[in-house]
């Protein structure tokens, strides 16, 4: 045993595990509650019983699937898992309100489980479809995030299947079971939805009087909201302070021997530690060695030391990740000897390298390093660019030997001789070799180690000329001190240097700094000049995301269309539904993320995808009940506010869990999770616009279509008839 030791971990990926399964646990736990007391509250206590038991037998089978399937337990796929808690129960809901609508008419039990069921078939299988056509794009993501993304759709799409399976061969049964125990169903009291559903009709019959005025207060919303959007939201990839950890970074002058650069760093560690505990969870610390956390590479010195340093969760302290490095910025300014300290949060997500992560690429490299020179002071210039570097930086000290031309010619000497002198004077050459019975020992002679390091003691040195009489050297040249490079670069054949800095997403983003130092490059190199700026890191991966993002979008919106045309074997229902939800639930999102103050990041418009898919669910099932109601006879007005009517507790119901089911995780009620958060915040509140909007614009639209037809087929007919009567008038 070592007395006064101790064994602790460092680092472990299982904390984030372990926080994010509390989280989990802790969400399903409320959310399930919460579901359960609003499921109580629109229906009656056995349906609510009913669809609730299955999320836990989706989540169930999904599990029993997932082994065989070779998927594990791991931060994407537990994050599947807290976005779809909310919305397994919306097919259970629909079902099993219409299996007791059934009921309601006076049918058996059984009969009334199998009309019910039957009769919503077709939409509750659309709806699940649409759902799963907003996560499956998830998949279509280029580069290192699809690879990143691809559990998610997997495992959402499995956990809608297994959903829909219990809906429509277990939720009967069980509805069926249950249904002996408490009141009769025609006993039902009058409850205080009915009072809801009293005050839609009569605000719904004013919509569809008015309906071109409300159709245009609804645009105007969303062009305002476009018009917002565009002035207050920034993107960034993955904002800071997801993870609760940044490094210090400390680079000496070239040359600082490793107890020195050991001596200095335990000042900075020492003003770190003195963070307070509440906020501080652990420190770490290497001398000789620095990480680049963006993109994993390393460098090695004596001059390099770095400090990692673990915080307590957020939503424990009261100080954000970044005002507690601003303090420690204003602390370490006052230490003086390092030629640099820099600080860097650790990012969420995959590697996507620095927030300005450019090369410099050209044919001359004295021309590209007066570039780099330029365009790193135009950075450090810029407000809110921090912790500008360059490739060039870390290399060792060198001794540059230059001889005197005319000198050397005289004394007999040339480059290539003083090069081999030099060589063997400094690194050392075999001179003998000792024996023993088992090993062969060579025997170098080379100068003492501070005479080899010395210009003045290297100047001493006597070198044979070509007819071996000794010369020394300082007669014949001089040495020069010089700042090496620590590697020479290529990019494409041509010599390249890289300049990185971090930013202030506050002040400016990375987007925003790249395209002002792409002008100044512009302005400095020209377009002849033979120098050309390469951009990469997030503002690169930021570009290619976007790219995925409006593609995966586009995607979406496509099968939702494919799915919907499908189903009401119309071209133009589908393009009324997706034209009048998806906005409304954008506008959502945009007052969601202004207000909270999150900017458009990767994570948060990944819920707008997702939400593309969810919030159609309601139309859908509302139009096929108009349809429905259509067929039968029903007069174009009181059909839609009959559909709107019979749907509005189901609608209300399904979307008020899946809010629910969203909302503990969006705010951390069962615990904070920074990197999920900002999905499930735009996703729950484009459902939140979208859903009250819903029941009223989809009906109103239904009848503006249909009015439009019927005029246009009006006027079709009426031109018929006038060139059938003008041909009959003809002589």
Not at 504 to 510: I, N
């Amino acid at each position: 045993s070592l007395v006064g030791s101790e064994m602790c971990i460092r680092d472990s990926v299982s904390f984030f595990i372990r926080r994010r399964l509390h989280v989990m646990t802790n969400n399903i736990v409320q959310g399930g509650v919460l579901i359960l007391i609003a499921l109580f509250i629109f229906l009656d206590w056995r349906l609510a019983v009913v669809a609730a038991i299955g999320v836990p037998i989706s989540f169930a089978t999904v599990f029993a699937v997932s082994g065989p399937m070779g998927f594990t337990i791991n931060l994407m796929s537990m994050l599947a898992f807290i976005i779809v808690l909310g919305m397994l129960d919306d097919d259970s809901v629909v079902v099993a309100e219409n299996i007791y609508r059934h009921l309601e008419m006076g049918k058996p039990p059984v009969r009334a489980a199998i009309d019910g069921s039957k009769e919503v078939v077709l939409p509750v299988l659309g709806a699940v479809a649409v759902s799963c056509a907003g996560f499956l794009p998830f998949a279509m993501v280029s580069g290192i995030m699809g690879k990143f993304l691809i559990m998610i759709p997997l495992v959402i799409v499995l956990a809608f299947v297994a959903s829909v399976v219990e809906a429509f061969f277990i939720l009967p049964a069980h509805v069926v079971d249950l249904m002996p125990f408490g009141k009769p169903v025609e006993e039902r009291q009058a409850s205080w939805f009915d009072a809801v559903v009293r005050f839609y009709k009569k605000t719904m019959a004013w919509v569809l009087q008015h309906r071109l005025k409300f159709l245009g207060i609804v645009a105007g919303v969303i062009v305002m909201t476009a018009a917002l959007a565009s002035w207050r939201l920034k993107f960034v990839l993955f904002p800071s302070g997801l993870v609760d950890q940044f490094f210090i970074d400390v680079e000496m002058p070239r040359g600082t021997s490793l107890a020195d650069t050991d001596a200095f760093f335990q000042k900075i560690e020492s003003l770190a530690m003195k963070t307070p505990g509440e906020e501080l969870e652990a420190l770490t610390g290497m001398v000789g060695f620095r990480m680049d956390p963006t993109d994993g590479s390393f460098r090695y010195g004596t001059q390099y030391a770095q400090a990692r340093v673990f915080l307590t969760p957020e939503e424990k302290r009261s100080r954000k990740t970044r005002e507690l490095i601003a303090a420690l910025r204003k602390d370490v300014a006052g230490v003086t000897g390092a030629e640099k300290i820099t600080f860097q949060e650790l990012q969420a997500g995959p590697p996507v390298g620095r927030a300005v992560d450019v090369r410099v690429r050209g044919k001359d490299r004295d021309g590209i390093y007066a570039l780099v020179d330029q365009l790193k002071a135009d950075l450090t210039a810029m407000e809110g660019v921090k912790d500008v570097r360059d490739s060039r930086e870390g290399g060792k000290n060198e001794l540059h030997v230059v001889l005197d031309d005319q000198e050397a010619g005289f004394a007999g000497l040339d480059a290539a001789r003083v090069a081999q002198d030099i060589l063997l004077a400094v690194d050392g050459g075999e001179a003998s070799k000792i024996r023993r019975v088992t090993e062969e020992v060579k025997i170098k002679v080379r100068l003492q180690e501070d005479q080899r390091s010395e210009p003045e003691e290297l100047l001493k040195l006597d070198v044979l000329n070509d007819q071996g009489r000794p010369i020394r050297l300082g007669a014949v040249g001089r040495i020069e001190k010089s700042g090496g490079l620590p590697f020479l670069e290529h990019y494409n054949y041509r010599p390249t240097v890289q300049i990185t800095a971090d930013v202030d997403v506050e002040k400016v983003t990375s987007q925003q700094a790249v395209r002002r130092l792409e002008e100044k490059f512009k302005e400095r190199a020209g377009p002849l000049s033979g120098y050309e700026l390469i951009v990469g890191g997030e503002a690169e991966e930021t570009a290619k995301s976007m790219k995925s993002l409006f593609r995966a979008f586009g995607f979406a919106l496509l099968l939702d269309y494919v799915i919907l045309a499908s189903l009401f074997a119309s071209y133009l229902q589908p393009f009324i539904i997706i034209l009048l939800t998806v906005p409304i639930g954008l506008v959502g999102v945009v007052y969601a993320l202004i207000l909270h103050g999150q900017p458009a990041s990767f994570m948060a418009l990944l819920g707008v995808v997702a939400m593309t898919g969810v919030v159609i669910n309601n139309a859908i099932v509302l139009v096929n009940f108009i349809n429905k109601n259509r067929e039968a006879g029903m007069e174009l007005k009181e059909a839609v506010i009959n559909a709107g009517s019979t749907r509005l507790r189901p609608i209300f119901a399904s979307s008020i869990t899946t809010l629910l089911g969203l909302f503990p995780t969006a705010y951390g009620w069962g615990g904070y999770e920074p990197f999920v958060a900002p999905m499930a915040l735009s996703l729950a509140w484009g459902l939140t616009f979208a859903m009250p909007l819903t029941v009223f614009l989809i009906p109103m639209a239904y009848v503006i279509v249909e009015n439009t037809k019927e005029s246009l087929s009006r006027g079709l007919r009426s031109a018929r008839d006038k060139v059938r009567r003008g041909k009959k008038t003809r002589p």
